[in-house]
């Protein structure tokens, strides 16, 4: 029985890291679309023609 008593301990750290995770994955996001914003189009456009090239995709 003391087994179970320390997973219900963890519970409130996993659902801390969980909240955590998504927080930062929202800023993460938030972030880069706020800085794809700030760049005109022609460079995002070369970026992501760029990195389709480097991964292997067919060009247009």
């Known amino acids: 029985m003391r087994s179970i008593s320390v997973l219900k301990d963890f519970s ?8 955590s995770v998504l927080v930062l994955a929202g800023f993460l996001a938030f972030s880069t679309i706020y800085a794809v914003g700030l760049e005109p189009m022609v460079y995002l456009h070369d970026t992501f023609h760029d990195i389709r090239h480097s991964t292997g995709f067919p060009c247009h």
């Not at 409130?12 to 909240?19: A, D, H, I, L």
Request: hydrophobic share 25%.
């Open 12 to 19: 409130g750290t996993k659902s801390w890291f969980r909240g």
